[in-house]
């Protein structure tokens, strides 16, 4: 492998920043294998921006591709405003590019972008789908990737940009600068999911629409909203609170075995597994939730202790594994309970490095049928957890 001067100088990622505060928890190899990782997903891009096949999960690839490589310190800023004579702004300039991959996440912002302001017959206007596997899963990590994007690049307010399109019959969002672009797109994302939830238990399932819930997908979406309104979308606080209570609801008190655990349905507290437990535990941290209240305290030490229990199935083979540690490494990490990071911190880091092969990717693992570009991706998001990049990644 060329040293990482040598490999930035020919094309490659440059070496990731350095924290003296995490510097415990971050190795020089773990650090390599990420730019490794990062350099591998840039190759995989596809022509119009994205990762992936139709047949598989396009759009989740592509949107987990991108936030990987933004974490990595690849990031698109708005352009220069162009002033007319009289000083008003006249249009937006070219990008603001930073990092050696950062054309591959302006191309693929611009894909996810379009996806969802672009109307298609036979497509829910906003709803970001283009392959055949991702549905609303790949639209919540697309949203969370638009909202990412619109944090670095701003944007007009939705109604301006509302009022723009609706004042000539000529005029379509490919003509608005690319901050606007992604904020429209952005807030035609949110509708999507504020439009889907299912009003009699608070949860989301595998369509747009609202009929019926998941736990799985209805974490998918909480990230997506919080993320956009840390941004400045308006997002309806009903839905966020039905939302938050789903996910508390799932928690199994009633069986010794299962205690603590977060379930696939709260109607269904008998399958509960280390992955779902982990995502709603970063759910609750995402909306700023750390146990300061007595209630949160405990359910978060009850799910935090079931993760205990069940850590070392987590690292063995399974068809969750990169998604059940993307959640865990991130809840771990957030909770910032000593013993947890200094004995389990490693032991994860460790287990995802042994499935990087000599090409920087990562491999599927216990028959789990996801794309190559989808275990790469999720595989450098975890190992960059405690670098804190991404707001998704603090406390």
Request: glycine fraction near 12%; charge should be positive.
């Amino acid at each position: 492998m060329l040293p990482a001067a040598d490999a930035a100088a020919r094309g490659g990622s440059r070496p990731l920043p350095s924290d003296g505060a995490q510097s415990e928890l971050v190795t020089r190899e773990q650090r390599r294998a990420v730019s490794r990782g990062l350099d591998w997903l840039a190759a995989q891009q596809q022509p119009g921006g994205h990762w992936g096949e139709e047949d598989g999960t396009k759009v989740a690839d592509t949107a987990l591709a991108v936030i990987s490589l933004m974490a990595g310190g690849n990031t698109v800023g708005a352009g220069r405003a162009i002033r007319s004579p009289s000083g008003e702004q006249r249009a937006e300039g070219p990008p603001q590019l930073r990092g050696p991959h950062a054309r591959n996440v302006l191309e693929g912002i611009r894909y996810l972008a379009r996806k969802a302001w672009e109307d298609v017959p036979g497509r829910m206007p906003g709803y970001i789908q283009d392959d055949k596997v991702s549905r609303m899963h790949g639209h919540g990590f697309a949203t969370l990737a638009l909202a990412l994007a619109s944090g670095n690049l701003g944007g007009g307010d939705a109604r301006g940009i509302r009022a723009w399109l609706a004042a000539g019959a000529d005029r379509d969002a490919s003509q608005l600068s690319l901050s606007d672009q992604v904020r429209w797109g952005l807030e035609r994302a949110v509708g999507v999911i504020e439009r889907a939830q299912d009003m009699d238990s608070g949860g989301w399932l595998y369509e747009p629409i609202p009929n019926g819930h998941e736990g799985s997908m209805t974490i998918t979406q909480i990230h997506a909203l919080r993320a956009a309104r840390d941004v400045g979308v308006a997002v309806n606080s009903a839905v966020l609170r039905r939302a938050y209570n789903y996910v508390r609801d799932s928690q199994n008190l009633e069986n010794q075995a299962l205690y603590g655990g977060f379930a696939y349905m709260k109607t269904l507290k008998g399958r509960v597994s280390y992955a779902l437990t982990a995502a709603a535990l970063t759910t609750f941290f995402g909306l700023g939730r750390y146990g300061d209240k007595k209630e949160d305290a405990l359910l978060i030490e009850r799910g935090m202790a079931f993760m205990d229990r069940k850590f070392d199935n987590a690292l063995r083979e399974n068809q969750w594994f990169y998604y059940g540690l993307f959640y865990g490494a991130q809840a771990i990490y957030q909770q910032h309970d000593a013993r947890r990071l200094r004995e389990q911190w490693p032991r994860l880091r460790d287990r995802v490095l042994r499935e990087q092969r000599a090409d920087g990717s990562f491999d599927p693992v216990g028959g789990d049928s996801r794309s190559r570009e989808y275990c790469t991706a999720m595989a450098t998001l975890i190992l960059q957890v405690p670098l804190e990049t991404l707001p998704i990644f603090q406390r």
